[in-house]
């Protein structure tokens, strides 16, 4: 039997890296899975690659930045499959060149910041908890980063959109704890997807030292992800999990 058999999950951000393989170890464990992806062309050959592996996957393109367009996504699952288990909100983005010190970042970037980040996740958990709840409980995994844990240098807009992942994380595993929904977070270290190994060739950037236990491949986050989804976890809520190769030990 698979970890997840007979649960219905929403993985966001599901097209590609991180996202791709949640989804992917999500499917191998039983789960209907539902990618909502922005990025058509990923979001469907991730969505064929789990159903060419025997897994059951549907691709929804999804802005995660869109209430409406969440609010349909949603939609269409329960359209499809009558029930919601599990909700991975992976969606988001990392710190850019237009990032820095408070003192120096535009207002848009932060506001890009918190909206592809943050206000994604606040989103899917304000159309998907009541969801849940009607599922007799479930698992939340939003996605954070130590960057949310630490401080760190010239990316005050993303550190900051992460920081409000990890409370907010907190205070609805509180909230929703009576009803049975789990809420986690996942804080990733730098992972080895296909976009931070392009931007590290182009700019021809050093292995981070900090990661004493080197790098991170997406199938390290996918499964804490899984074990966070799974009923393994059924005590488990409120928690921030670093997947962080010690980077947050010292």
Not at 70 to 76: H, L, S
Not at 155 to 165: E, R
Not at 176 to 190: D, G
Request: charged share 20%; hydrophobic share 40%.
């Amino acid at each position: 039997m698979g970890k997840l058999d007979g649960k219905v999950a929403i993985v966001t951000g599901g097209g590609e890296g991180i996202g791709r393989a949640g989804a992917s170890l999500f499917a191998r464990e039983g789960a209907k899975v539902a990618i909502l992806e922005r990025t058509r062309n990923t979001g469907e050959i991730t969505a064929a690659a789990i159903k060419d592996a025997g897994g059951t996957c549907v691709f929804i393109e999804t802005d995660m930045t869109e209430p409406s367009a969440v609010q349909n996504a949603f939609d269409r699952v329960m359209d499809l499959w009558g029930s919601l288990g599990v909700i991975y909100n992976n969606a988001g983005g990392g710190s850019s060149a237009a990032d820095g010190p408070v003192t120096k970042v535009a207002d848009e970037e932060f506001w890009r910041m918190i909206k592809l980040n943050l206000f994604s996740v606040w989103t899917s958990c304000r159309i998907g908890v009541p969801l849940l709840i009607a599922n007799g409980g479930g698992s939340i995994i939003n996605t954070t980063s130590i960057a949310g844990l630490r401080g760190l240098v010239g990316m005050d807009a993303y550190t900051a959109s992460k920081g409000g992942i990890i409370s907010l994380t907190r205070s609805l595993a509180v909230q929703f704890a009576p009803n049975k929904v789990r809420v986690n977070a996942v804080a990733p270290t730098s992972i080895q997807t296909e976009r931070v190994m392009r931007a590290r060739k182009d700019n021809n950037a050093a292995p981070n030292t900090k990661n004493l236990l080197g790098p991170g491949d997406p199938a390290d986050v996918a499964n804490t992800a899984l074990y966070l989804a799974s009923d393994e976890a059924k005590l488990i809520t409120g928690q921030i999990l670093g997947v962080d190769s010690g980077y947050l030990a010292h």
